[in-house]
């Protein structure tokens, strides 16, 4: 056994057993007191449905998929946040739209499905971190439920639909809530003019 | 026996055949709300008003609940042990009175007792309740599996070590009041809240709680049922209703046992300004009844309230707390008791008498506890180091 070995094994010596211990009344006194404190404290219970906890605002719940000024699916199809999950539960399919729309105006890409399976998911948030375009991001929404595992098989109309019942309210993911969004989502996609970020209005960190 | 004298015995054994259940399933519900008031929390609160419900909605879901029965078990033992174990218990409150009993009371008038009159009623009692083990053990051996015999003959080795104190503990009682029935000894503490037992004979008082918790297998003393060594102790493979008579019959047995402590110790129904009832229903018996019941739930939640407090036991220290503890004091309490009954002296001398046996044990115990630990081994490592070996 070398010196240092010698110098942190620690000898553990039992408690001593004096007068006090061995008559045990001290102890069960002590101890009754302990729970009888406790029986008068303030309760720690939350009172689940009907009082809701106060999460914040990062939390990770329920996908959405955000839509842009005009109301389109922001994605773009580029399949980064299907690459970056952990969890593989992101399929993407992606399509071009048809160049004479007017609605797909400025847009050469985006996703004919995507699909989201919400009970492979952890929901780890990778997703959100990898999309250059803000257009997926998770809610505040914790309370999920199906009747069948593909209803919990959240579908681009479905992911949209959180979006239009959770945007602008005071739940709103925190990175939309500051308005700062990653860089690529404020290129002006009509003009496609690829601009540099002003200084100070990229994404905080 | 006429009808006439028969209808009191009949009213007596339907309202306990009635009450003790219920409470034995209110009890859960209790348990569940201590429990919760001792960690902060709420407990049962959504099935009706204060969650009063929840005990009822249990019951329903047990029953509706599948019953296991293990291939390799014994199947008539392991059908019947838990209604033996329940049985026993509740035979045991045939000679526990819930209400004021007065000794001189005639036949034929209601009495709050299934069975006046017994003069070896405490000894019935003790015989009969120890017979609950038979519920415990039959069981375990049955279930032909290995946790439920270990559970079980711990249960028996607990059994039969407990009952010897919880019996020498009242014997000094008895030996004052001069009776073996209930009513009895209740009378002989009637004459005011010094007169009860718990103020001449602490000692005896601490010894019998202390070995009827440990007849109950509540915690600290659950060994039979320890989760984290047997699974789930006697009872590890039974289910549904069988698995329910099982704690029925524990909870009766709570019922009885705090009962006891408040009749044998407490003065029984007895509190000073309550007149003592003469005869049959009226009010004052049934404010005496109330006293009684009041002194029983204090008892019923202290046992609760160590259920959450205390640690469970060792076995060995289990065993040790019997036979080296509570039996030797006991024998020098009752030693004192008939030593100062045959001098004529005052009771009162049992007091410091007992007083100073608790100290003298307590002394004992640790002094022992130092011999033990004393000549201090050389732990092998520190022994070769120290002559330079390793
Ligand atoms: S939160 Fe994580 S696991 Fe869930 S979809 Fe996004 S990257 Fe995949
Ligand atoms: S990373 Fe963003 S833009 Fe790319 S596919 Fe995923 S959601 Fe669409």
């Not at chain 2, 009808?3 to 339907?14: C, E, G, N, V, Y």
Request: charged fraction near 15%; include cysteine; charge should be neutral.
């Amino acid at each position: 056994m070398t010196d240092k070995k010698r110098k942190t094994i620690k000898w553990a010596e039992e408690p001593k057993i004096g007068f006090a211990e061995a008559i045990y009344l001290p102890a069960i006194v002590e101890g009754l007191k302990t729970t009888l404190r406790h029986a008068f404290e303030p309760r720690k219970t939350k009172q689940y449905p009907e009082e809701k906890p106060d999460l914040p605002l990062n939390y990770r719940g329920l996908h959405r998929l955000n839509r842009d000024d005009e109301g389109r699916v922001k994605c773009v199809a580029c399949y980064l946040c299907q690459t970056a999950c952990p969890a593989n539960c992101i399929t993407i399919v992606a399509a071009q739209p048809p160049s004479d729309d007017p609605h797909w105006a400025g847009r050469d890409k985006f996703p004919a499905s995507f699909e989201i399976d919400e009970l492979r998911c952890i929901y780890c948030g990778m997703c959100e971190e990898a999309c250059p375009v803000d257009a997926i991001e998770l809610t505040s929404i914790y309370d999920l439920t199906g009747m069948s595992r593909d209803e919990m098989i959240f579908d681009k109309e479905k992911l949209l639909s959180v979006f239009d019942k959770t945007v602008g309210g005071d739940k709103d993911p925190i990175r939309t809530h500051h308005g700062a969004l990653g860089p690529a989502s404020e290129i002006d996609l009509r003009t496609a003019q690829v601009a540099p970020p002003p200084p100070g209005h990229g994404r905080p960190g | 026996m006429s009808m006439a004298d028969l209808w009191p015995l009949l009213t007596a054994i339907a309202i306990v055949m009635m009450i003790v259940p219920t409470i034995g399933l209110y009890m859960t519900f209790v348990e569940r709300k201590v429990a919760a008031l001792v960690q902060d929390r709420l407990g049962p609160n959504r099935v009706g008003p204060l969650g009063l419900f929840q005990a009822i909605a249990d019951a329903i879901k047990i029953m509706l609940k599948e019953q296991v029965t293990p291939a390799q078990a014994q199947k008539v033992l392991f059908m019947t042990a838990p209604g033996i174990g329940l049985v026993a218990s509740l035979m045991a409150i045939a000679v526990v009175p819930f209400g004021p009993v007065p000794t001189d009371q005639p036949a034929g008038v209601f009495r709050f007792m299934i069975a006046p009159g017994v003069d070896i009623g405490l000894l019935f009692l003790l015989a009969v309740s120890s017979l609950s083990a038979y519920g415990i053990i039959l069981g375990g051996w049955a279930s032909n599996n290995k946790y439920s015999m270990y559970g079980a003959i711990r249960s028996c080795a607990q059994f039969i070590s407990y009952e010897v104190p919880l019996g020498l503990s009242i014997l000094g009682i008895v030996a004052y009041s001069g009776t073996l029935s209930i009513e009895g000894i209740v009378a002989s503490q009637s004459a005011g809240i010094l007169h009860w037992n718990i103020w001449w004979q602490p000692l005896a008082a601490i010894i019998f709680f202390t070995s009827a918790l440990a007849e109950t297998n509540r915690l600290p003393f659950d060994l039979p049922e320890c989760e984290q060594e047997l699974v789930g102790g006697f009872h590890t493979e039974y289910s549904g209703i069988k698995f329910v008579l099982f704690f029925l019959a524990e909870y009766t047995h709570v019922v009885t046992v705090s009962f006891l402590v408040a009749l044998l110790f407490l003065g029984g129904w007895h509190f000073p300004g309550v007149p003592s009832p003469a005869v049959g229903l009226t009010g004052s018996a049934i404010l005496s009844m109330l006293i009684l019941v009041i002194k029983v739930m204090m008892v019923v939640f202290f046992i609760l309230m160590l259920r959450w407090t205390l640690p469970r036991f060792r076995f060995d220290q289990l065993m040790g707390l019997a036979w080296k503890g509570l039996i030797p004091l006991a024998m020098a309490n009752l030693l004192g008791v008939v030593i100062v009954l045959s001098l004529g002296g005052s009771r009162w001398i049992m007091l410091p008498v007992s007083i100073a046996l608790f100290v003298a044990g307590g002394y004992a115990s640790a002094l022992s506890f130092e011999r033990a630990g004393r000549p201090v081994p050389p732990r092998p490592s520190t022994h070769l180091i120290k002559q330079g070996v390793a």
